[in-house]
C-alpha cells in the first residue's frame, strides 16, 4: 500500500520528468506533439496535486505553499491554444516551437515553481 507521502513524492517526480523532457527537446519538427503531451502532463498533475494535498496533514506551509503555486500556475498560464492554433501552419519551424518551449518552461520557473517541486521531492 502506498503512503500519502509517497503518492505525492510519486506524483511530483512526474511533473520533474515532464519537465526535464521539455527542457532536453531540441525544437525539431514533431516536437510540438511532445510539447503538447507534456503540458497536458503537467497540467494534469497540478489539477491532481491541488485536489490531494490536505495541508491538515503537514505542520509546515511547504505544501499549502505549493498548492497555491499551482493555482496560480493553472488560473495565469495556458498553452494550449496556442499550441492548438500554431499546429497547422508553424509545428516544422524551429524557431516558434523553441519560442513555445521556452516560454512553456519561463512559466514553470515562475515563482520558483520547479525548484519548490524539487525541494518537496527531496523532503519527502
Known sequence: MVTYHAYLKNVLEKIIVAHNTLAKLEDKPGDLVIIKKE???INGFFQV?????DTEKFQSTDFS?????FEHYLENY?????????????????NR???????IL????DKKLMD?????????
Not at 80 to 94: F, H, N, Q
Not at 116 to 124: G, S
Open 97 to 103: 516551437l523553441k519560442n513555445m518551449r521556452l516560454k
Open 116 to 124: 519548490n517541486i524539487e525541494y518537496m521531492v527531496e523532503k519527502l
Open 78 to 94: 495556458s498553452f494550449e491554444k496556442e499550441i492548438e492554433t500554431m499546429a497547422p501552419l508553424y509545428s516544422e519551424d524551429s
Open 49 to 53: 496535486l491541488i485536489n490531494k494535498i
Open 65 to 69: 505553499d505549493l498548492k497555491s503555486r
Open 106 to 109: 519561463e512559466s514553470l520557473a
Open 39 to 41: 503540458i497536458l502532463k
